[in-house]
Structure formats: structure tokens, C-alpha cells
Nanobody, 124 residues
Framework: QVQLVESGGGLVQAGGSLRLSCAAS????????MGWFRQAPGKKREFVAA????????YYTDSVKDRFTISRDNAKNTVYLQMNSLKPEDTAVYYC?????????????????WGQGTQVTVSS
């Protein structure tokens, strides 16, 4: 099992920045990919960004490209999501996820472990 704990959410004005962190523990050696997803009230959970646990490949949904950056610190078993130029439509609960069998994908069903989520609210 892998346990994931997110932190770093909060309230920020439009145009501001936040950095989310996701600390992984447990069988971290089994992780192949990590992703960030978000879910706004009344909407489906959507893909935000993902990366390979080892390697340089990163992936983003179009709406966050050039504004968000996903990165990792393997020594700390932590993945980050740097969010700049935030917009009110970025408001959601952000979830960290880990996949042990799949490469990075935008499908929530491909991820085996999930964090509890952290709220991000962007005011206009």
C-alpha cells in the first residue's frame, strides 16, 4: 500500500500562486507514476498533470499548460504542483494519485492510490 498526504491548498486571489505538496509513504518503490487531479462541485474529477516517478516526462491538461508545473523530489518521496496565474476556474479540491502498474495517464481509473484532497479556492 501507498499512503498519500496532500498539503498547501488555501484561498488566493486571481493571479496569485500556490504550491501543493504530496508526500508518499509505504511501498513507494512500487510507484510508477504520480498525478494531480481536481474536482469542482458538481463536476467530474479531471486530470491536471502527471509525471513518471523516475524520468523526465511530464504531462498537463491544456488549461493549465504554461501556468502549472509538476515536479518531484524522490529523496523526499514528494510530488509538487506549482500553480501560477491562478484563475477562479481553478477552484476545486485537488487530489494526488499514484499508479503502480501504469505509466502517467489522464484517466483516474489508472491510479491505484489517492490522497484525501486539499481545497484550492481562487477569488476574483
Amino acid at each position: 500500500q501507498v499512503q498519500l498526504v496532500e498539503s498547501g491548498g488555501g484561498l488566493v486571489q486571481a493571479g496569485g500562486s500556490l504550491r501543493l505538496s504530496c508526500a508518499a509513504s509505504g511501498r513507494t518503490f512500487s510507484i510508477n507514476a504520480m498525478g494531480w487531479f481536481r474536482q469542482a462541485p458538481g463536476k467530474k474529477r479531471e486530470f491536471v498533470a502527471a509525471l513518471r516517478w523516475s524520468g523526465a516526462d511530464t504531462y498537463y491538461t491544456d488549461s493549465v499548460k504554461d501556468r502549472f508545473t509538476i515536479s518531484r523530489d524522490n529523496a523526499k518521496n514528494t510530488v509538487y504542483l506549482q500553480m501560477n496565474s491562478l484563475k477562479p476556474e481553478d477552484t476545486a479540491v485537488y487530489y494526488c494519485a499514484a499508479a503502480s502498474r501504469r505509466p502517467p495517464t489522464p484517466r483516474p481509473s489508472d491510479y491505484d492510490f489517492w490522497g484525501q484532497g486539499t481545497q484550492v479556492t481562487v477569488s476574483s
